[in-house]
Each structure stands twice: as structure tokens, then as C-alpha cells.
Nanobody, 125 residues
Framework: LQLVESGGTLVQPGGSLRLSCATS????????IGWFRQAPGKEREGVAC?????????YYADSVKGRFTISRDDAKNMAYLQMNSLEAEDTAVYYC??????????????????WGQGTQVTVSS
């Protein structure tokens, strides 16, 4: 199983960015997907998660609610994180993660057992 993040770059405060997570080696349909981030000197933080195709419900950390949107395209084996109104505090390495789960997801690291390598997002003027 493989997850590969992309789309991270330098962006100005107030800007937008869409991260992508390409998955391979498994059928995404019945996997919960989570996005996490880790800033220098800080612990990994949950950002958002989306349930498997059975429901597609989404959940967000309070720090990103209303600004970030998680989505998935099972036909393309892709997941996305749309980030708007970016702030300097959003600077971090962003990771996508997956777990086989027919229904439900959690925005906590130990819920997931498959991880990507991360992509750097820097918000700075």
C-alpha cells in the first residue's frame, strides 16, 4: 500500500492551496482517510478525516474548521485537502493516512496504519 502527497509549496498568508494524496496498491473505497500536519518542534496534529464511501462524512480540527475541506475521489484513488485563508500557523509538513474502515474515521494518528511521506506547506510573505 502506498500513499504519496503532493501540492505543498510556499504560499502567502490569505492564500489557498490544494494538497493531493495519490494512493495505490489498494481499493480506496472502504478506507478512511485522514490528513495530519507536523510543524517544527511540535507534535503531529490531526487536521481532518473523511469516512469511507459508505457515508463520506467529514470531520475537522477546530483550528481549520471553515477554512479547510477534505474530499476524496475513489474512482481515481485520490484524496484532497483544500486549504483556504492560510495562516502562518498552518506552516507544517502535511501527511495523508489511511485505514480500512467501513464507516467512521478519527482525527488521531493512532487510528491509521498507512502513511505517506509528507509534503511541505510554508505560509509566509
Amino acid at each position: 500500500l502506498q500513499l504519496v502527497e503532493s501540492g505543498g509549496t510556499l504560499v502567502q498568508p490569505g492564500g489557498s492551496l490544494r494538497l493531493s494524496c495519490a494512493t495505490s496498491g489498494f481499493t480506496l473505497d472502504y478506507y478512511a482517510i485522514g490528513w495530519f500536519r507536523q510543524a517544527p518542534g511540535k507534535e503531529r496534529e490531526g487536521v481532518a478525516c473523511i469516512e469511507s464511501r459508505s457515508s463520506g462524512n467529514t470531520y475537522y480540527a477546530d483550528s481549520v474548521k471553515g477554512r479547510f475541506t477534505i474530499s476524496r475521489d475513489d474512482a481515481k484513488n485520490m484524496a484532497y485537502l483544500q486549504m483556504n485563508s492560510l495562516e502562518a500557523e498552518d506552516t507544517a509538513v502535511y501527511y495523508c493516512a489511511a485505514r480500512w474502515k467501513f464507516g467512521g474515521c478519527e482525527v488521531v494518528s493512532n487510528f491509521y496504519n498507512h502513511w505517506g511521506q509528507g509534503t511541505q506547506v510554508t505560509v509566509s510573505s
